[in-house]
């Protein structure tokens, strides 16, 4: 299994818990679940469909998942984000980092779905009750480097 | 030459396509075919600060010069995870 995907098909915590604890030397492994919610800003939600350009989107992932290994050395990752429609209560993204300690692998796994919200090329179409809108957060830009400083910060708190 | 746009979320509703080819002149930016494709669809305007773009799948500046057969991406604000 590729430790970064994106996917039509449901997605498997185990797998990539598997994936990345197969070495002794780990102590921890830290895992981040990302699950498709039934409201959004006062709005019933009955379903997200989520797009990617998915070539660059993978690309994207290894890139974030290069930027924490440099951060935490040591650190194995693996990060799987699905795609097409998904109904609530479905997983859309799962992240693992195992490391030797706890710290480095909580922290990893808070930078990558942080990094993940900055600049991979996915986007959520919400459905809700009267309506649907395409989700729009953050404006990508890979060089800016406060953004990325931010998401480390975060995963430090 | 002729390059592919790839467009996604909104952009891809409003343009009612997921992929256009277009040609355009030898030196032409990333800026350039933007330019055109807003002329086409005034609605895409309102995305001009806020649009993100690529090139054959990686992040390029507006500035980018573009080569024959070039894909370029216009990416709205993302929202994975």
Known sequence: ?157 | MRVTVRLFARLRDIARSADLSREVPTGATVADVWRGLVAEFPEMAQYESSISSAVNADYARMTAVLADGDEVAFLPPVSGG
């Open chain 1, 1 to 157: 299994m590729n430790p970064v995907a994106v996917t039509h098909r449901a997605l498997e915590p185990d797998s990539l818990i598997r994936l990345v604890s197969n070495e002794g030397g780990h102590g921890a492994v830290a895992t981040f679940i990302g699950v498709v919610r039934d409201n959004n800003l006062n709005r019933r939600v009955s379903h997200l469909e989520y797009e990617a350009y998915e070539p660059m989107a993978m690309k994207v992932l290894e890139q974030i998942c290069r930027e924490a290994a440099r951060e935490w050395p040591g650190t194995r990752l693996a990060v799987h984000h699905r795609v097409g429609r998904l109904a609530i209560g479905e997983a859309s993204i799962v992240i693992a980092a195992a490391s030797a300690h706890r710290a480095a692998a909580f922290a990893a796994c808070r930078y990558v779905i942080e990094r993940v919200k900055q600049i991979v090329p996915i986007w959520k179409h919400e459905f809700f009750d009267g309506g649907e809108v395409w989700i729009e957060g953050a404006t990508a830009n890979p060089e800016d480097e406060a953004a990325r400083l931010e998401a480390k910060r975060r995963a430090c708190a």
